[in-house]
């Protein structure tokens, strides 16, 4: 049974997630502070950890930043009722696995959870050979975006296709074994926010991930609405775009 640590100053959340968690076969142990959570990664192992943003003796972001000091490869999901696109990206750069907002639903958790127990040990690594086969499709219309996430990706060892538009990324993934797609928002013609909806009804297992070189966060959020992974903002941050994209591939890796 693995184990996992709720981090959560709330006693209504904390009780509510064990038990929902315990349904699923886990085993929860679950504590209200900082001070308390450090004291115990250091005696127990768990298999993930759960971690509010919000506690009464410190920040959620400094107990992450922490725990990674003692646990590289360990799954740590921030689980907030305050998540922001800013927030999501500073917990992604400090070492969380995941961030994900607590209007989801708990089959949903339940189903994140299991993903990354099983990936556990190629999340936080560079790709292995399993790895360098599996296919990253960029879709941009500018050339020089285009060139410039190919010679990132390519040097890691990941098979590379670009299409400039949203019609030639329709083409790529009926003919190719694509694992991750990277989609502009803005693009002439069949724009992001139509290609996913059109990639997704063909693909709905796809992972894909918006890039935007805005501020748009209402398309930002019709996005992941629809089901997008997550999205990066241009210029691209890459540690940060690595995170991500090393996440989706993981997880795709244990399907």
């Given at each position: 049974?693995?184990?996992?640590?709720?981090?959560?100053?709330?006693?209504?959340?904390?009780?509510?997630l064990r038990r929902a968690l315990n349904s699923y076969?886990?085993?929860?142990?679950?504590?209200?502070?900082?001070?308390?959570?450090?004291?115990?990664?250091?005696?127990?192992?768990?298999?993930?950890?759960?971690?509010?943003?919000?506690?009464?003796?410190?920040?959620?972001?400094?107990?992450?930043?922490?725990?990674?000091?003692?646990?590289?490869?360990?799954?740590?999901?921030?689980?907030?009722?305050?998540?922001?696109?800013?927030?999501?990206?500073?917990?992604?750069?400090?070492?969380?696995?995941?961030?994900?907002?607590?209007?989801?639903?708990?089959?949903?958790?339940?189903?994140q959870i299991k993903k990354f127990i099983q990936v556990?040990?190629?999340?936080?690594?560079?790709?292995?050979?399993?790895?360098?086969?599996?296919?990253?499709?960029?879709?941009?219309?500018?050339?020089?975006?285009?060139?410039?996430?190919?010679?990132?990706?390519?040097?890691?060892?990941?098979?590379?296709?670009?299409?400039?538009?949203?019609?030639?990324?329709?083409?790529?993934?009926?003919?190719?074994?694509?694992?991750?797609?990277?989609?502009?928002?803005?693009?002439?013609?069949?724009?992001?926010?139509?290609?996913?909806?059109?990639?997704?009804?063909?693909?709905?297992?796809?992972?894909?991930?918006?890039?935007?070189?805005?501020?748009?966060?209402?398309?930002?959020?019709?996005?992941?609405?629809?089901?997008?992974?997550?999205?990066?903002?241009?210029?691209?941050?890459?540690?940060?775009?690595?995170?991500?994209?090393?996440?989706?591939?993981?997880?795709?890796?244990?399907?």
């Open positions: 049974m693995s184990k996992i640590l709720v981090v959560d100053d709330d006693i209504q959340i904390r009780e509510f076969g886990y085993e929860v142990t679950s504590v209200p502070s900082v001070a308390q959570a450090l004291e115990i990664i250091l005696h127990e192992p768990f298999e993930l950890i759960l971690l509010d943003l919000s506690l009464g003796d410190g920040s959620g972001l400094s107990v992450l930043k922490k725990i990674r000091e003692y646990h590289a490869k360990i799954p740590i999901f921030i689980y907030s009722g305050a998540v922001t696109p800013e927030i999501e990206k500073e917990a992604r750069l400090a070492g969380a696995s995941e961030v994900l907002s607590k209007s989801i639903g708990i089959p949903q958790l339940a189903e556990k040990d190629r999340i936080l690594r560079s790709p292995d050979p399993e790895g360098r086969e599996k296919c990253i499709l960029i879709v941009d219309d500018e050339e020089s975006v285009r060139g410039t996430l190919k010679n990132f990706f390519k040097n890691k060892g990941y098979k590379i296709l670009e299409a400039e538009n949203g019609e030639k990324a329709l083409q790529f993934v009926d003919s190719e074994p694509v694992s991750v797609v990277l989609l502009d928002v803005h693009m002439p013609g069949m724009d992001g926010i139509t290609t996913l909806q059109k990639l997704l009804e063909r693909y709905p297992k796809l992972g894909i991930v918006m890039a935007t070189g805005k501020h748009d966060d209402e398309r930002v959020k019709k996005a992941l609405e629809l089901g997008a992974y997550g999205y990066v903002l241009k210029p691209f941050d890459f540690l940060y775009l690595d995170l991500v994209v090393m996440s989706k591939l993981a997880m795709a890796g244990s399907a």
